[in-house]
């Protein structure tokens, strides 16, 4: 009863940094990062889906892009900002386990999905001719919703599991959200075992995209190698370079977090790491993509030109009327 009643309470989450002076210097740092990142985020969805030059199979794959980093920004960094602000730094039980499969899901099918984009540039570049086919309405949809059913996996395993195990020491989690390791440390009885199964389950599914990602790209390389074209290189690695730069921070982060043994881990590093995946990637991501894309950059200029024309339309009705 004692160990049903613990499981049941809230916890108390540490934060990023513990015992903080001045969280209001941290709070001003981190809100308008997650404000730029939500918005940026947000521009995106919309610019692939109001611009028809952008309805191609690599923007609606990367429209699932910035609705996962949307999503994911938003369950652990107003927590986070609004236990800044406040002496009420508790997380429900059922809170903390909706945040753990949400995380879960997030990053397990950015995981896949970041391995897809790379089989979608493969075959922009090695078999520019049959990508209609290869990359049509069907096959991206499947494609999507494999993403999203792929890290739902995830979520539905660890989280109950998780979950499960007795919480009968302290409730204060070191972390500024509900990371499964951050509260594992918490249970009163060895969860080894399951870290270890933990820790096979995440190398095994990040050999997947990662096989996916170094599979096209080899490929990529020796098609670019063969090409007489400089243009033709050159539009090659433009089409290329921003998801690689997606790739290696997003698959950085998730390196150490999922693949570097436990003697390389300490509370401080990993919440630092997290922070890094958790506030930065997510405004990284459609920042990188929009500098070095013309397309995204081109239809943002004539979503703001319309807006400012029918502003002035606006206002040269208002004016006659008056």
């Not at 699932?64 to 920004?73: E, F, N, R």
């Not at 918490?186 to 170094?214: H, Q």
């Not at 081109?298 to 006659?320: E, N, P, W, Y």
């Amino acid at each position: 009863m004692e160990t049903n009643a613990q499981n049941t309470s809230d916890f108390i989450l540490l934060g990023l940094i513990t015992n903080l002076a001045y969280p209001g210097i941290l709070f001003a740092v981190i809100f308008p990062i997650f404000v730029v990142a939500v918005t940026a985020n947000l521009v995106m969805i919309l610019l692939i889906h109001v611009d028809t030059h952008l309805h191609t199979p690599m923007y609606f794959l990367l429209s699932q892009l910035s609705i996962m980093d949307t999503v994911y920004i938003c369950i652990t960094v107003p927590k986070m900002l609004q236990d800044l602000i406040s002496t009420q730094k508790t997380i429900s039980f059922l809170g903390c386990a909706f945040q753990i499969f949400l995380y879960l899901t997030l990053i397990g099918g950015e995981f896949f999905l970041l391995g897809l984009m790379a089989y979608d540039r493969y075959v922009a570049v090695c078999n520019p001719l049959r990508y209609p086919v290869l990359m049509n309405r069907k096959i991206c949809l499947f494609m999507v919703l494999g993403s999203w059913v792929g890290g739902s996996l995830d979520g539905f395993m660890l989280t109950p599991v998780t979950m499960s195990f007795p919480y009968c020491r302290s409730r204060k989690i070191n972390h500024f959200f509900c990371e499964i390791p951050a509260v594992l440390r918490l249970s009163c009885i060895d969860t080894s075992l399951y870290e270890t199964l933990m820790y096979a389950c995440c190398v095994l599914m990040l050999l997947i995209p990662i096989s996916i990602i170094s599979v096209s790209y080899t490929r990529i390389l020796v098609t670019v190698h063969r090409m007489s074209s400089a243009e033709g290189r050159r539009k090659a690695f433009a089409t290329c370079s921003s998801h690689i730069m997606v790739v290696s921070i997003f698959y950085g982060a998730a390196f150490y977090t999922n693949v570097l043994p436990h003697s390389y881990h300490t509370p401080e590093k990993d919440k630092l790491v997290s922070a890094f995946y958790t506030i930065l990637t997510p405004m990284l991501n459609p920042v990188i993509y929009s500098l070095r894309n013309k397309d995204v950059g081109t239809a943002l200029r004539k979503v703001l030109g319309r807006f400012a024309s029918s502003q002035r339309i606006r206002a040269g009705d208002g004016g006659r009327k008056s």
